[in-house]
């Protein structure tokens, strides 16, 4: 009887211990389902950010050229190309995305030659392309971030919860689900970060030059696929020199082989290493307006924009992302307390970003959620949300980053599932735009819709995988914990319902320009109901 009873004790301890894993990635493995789950596509919105890269891995796999016109004949037109010295027409892009997408968009190619099923149409391989080079990527990245989070808070519920707040409650999210640069520009940076915040100083002189070697590598590969990220690689430059003196220059020759990319591309193109893309646009509406003034488009910044792309709720971070002030509240405390280096360099990017982007002609980004130009301020502020976890009082953790993080994540996660092209003209998108599209009945191709679900109820599946993430965060997963509890998981219900209800009130007042863009929106709408 005795060694039954130890046998049914071993019996449950192992179940007990196989579960740990699961419990341990399952807010994860909700937001991966996040990740994949919807596919915004709209072939007669014929968004240009996404579609030039798309065309020109085509043109390398299938012409083995850069030049866009032969897939331009074949798929029709797009914007944002660029005229080369010797007249192609290529992406105006960063090439990074592209170039990543030319594996899969080659296996997916000659996979439909084998099954007899003739070349991808656009909708095929931007479905590939975005899945396999950006959202699969971006949710692996989540893992490095969350294990960084937790190695700083020593705690699981924080992680949990900033990993669900950047994953779902940013910007990242929506350009995780295109075929973009954004997002993976964004993570790139963030690991060159956090590889050099976790540089030891007592370490030999070998050990860390190869750390800031490493660093520099994917930092300079950032840039590769965001032009805009040469500031954040300048300025963990500026943080490494000042930390590691001398053997900083261990970091510098990391970024060399990402500049040396970009250098042989654009010579190749025209002519001068340091030519980019945006000084020979085709279309000369985007040449006037959007890169003219300044250099290429940038002059000082504009102190309206700078608040617009912070607080309006039409593009303004913090308004989309209000979680990402406790990052900036963490960023603070550890310039006081410390990690200083850290917590200065993170503020000094997001600062840097968002003024670049408020002193740029085309400041708006055109269609797009939150600030685009400035997704890589999104992991850095949601990871210094970890240095202020420390200092809160544990009984106002989760309340506070639990409440903000809902707050951020309803408002992400309905613009990327939905809509993640959101027009000028709306004061405020989330509100006047997608949730008035979700209750008409609208939804973009999903998985819900392969099991039969239509309209808006082919989204309640992937809506009860995020409500689920964010409850099982807020409650520590059944965990033991001291932050967690009823009463804090309720204050925290409290809080994101309050904060949605007042963003909620912002620009609700139906203007006619409005009403053309919904009827736009809805015209080009897919798939038909």
Known sequence: MR?????????????????????????????LVAYVYP????????????????????AL???????????????GFVDDKATTRDGRLVSSKAPGTSFLGVPVYGVLSAARHVLGLGPPSPMTATWALRVFTVA?????????????????????????????????GTPFYPYSLLFVGHAQGAALA????????????????????????????????????????????????????ARHKARGGAFLLGLVPGAALLAVYHTWLFGRPWTIPYGHLENPIFASTHHARGFLGLGAPSIGAFASLCLSPDVGLFAFSPFLLVGVAGA????????????????????????????????????????RYSVVVAPLLAG???????????????????????????????????????????????????????????????????AGLRGAWSLLPLGLCIVAAWTIAVTGCGRRTKETGPLRALS????????????????RAAEPEEEDARRMVEAIWEPVR
């Open 39 to 58: 596919f915004p596509y709209f072939q007669r919105l014929n968004n240009p950010n996404e579609n030039v890269r798309v065309w020109m891995t085509r």
């Open 136 to 168: 699969l990527p971006m949710s692996a990245f989540l893992l490095f971030f969350a294990r960084w989070a937790e190695a700083i808070t020593q705690s699981a519920v924080a992680r949990d919860l900033l990993m669900l707040g950047l994953g779902l």
């Open 3 to 31: 060694d039954g009873q130890f046998g049914i004790r071993l019996l449950r301890r192992g179940r007990r211990n196989a579960l740990v894993p699961v419990r341990k990635h399952l807010i994860w493995l909700l937001v």
């Open 332 to 371: 603070a405390v550890a310039i006081r307390k410390g990690p200083r280096g850290e917590g200065a360099v993170a503020l000094a990017i997001a600062a840097a970003m968002l003024l670049t982007q408020a002193g740029m002609s085309n400041w708006r980004a055109g269609w797009s959620v939150g600030p």
């Open 384 to 450: 210094s949300a970890a240095w202020v976890w420390k200092a809160l009082p544990i009984a106002a953790a989760v309340p506070l980053v639990g409440g903000l993080v809902g707050a951020s994540v309803l408002n992400c996660t309905v613009s990327g599932a939905v809509f993640p092209h959101y027009p000028p003209a709306f004061d405020n998108p989330v509100f006047e735009l997608a949730l008035p599209l979700l209750q008409a009945g609208h939804a973009p191709y999903n998985a819900g819709r392969l």
């Open 190 to 241: 963030f690991v060159a970060f956090a590889w050099l915040g976790a540089v030891p100083r007592g370490a030999p002189m070998s050990e860390v030059r190869k750390r800031l070697a490493s660093a520099g590598f994917v930092a300079g590969l950032a840039v590769v696929f965001e032009y805009q990220l040469a500031l954040v690689e300048a300025l963990l430059a500026v943080w490494v020199l």
């Open 492 to 507: 925290a219900a409290i809080l994101a319902a309050a904060v949605v209800a007042a963003f909620s009130l912002s620009g």
């Open 61 to 75: 796999v299938d012409y083995h050229e850069i030049d866009l016109t032969r897939v331009t004949r074949d798929w």
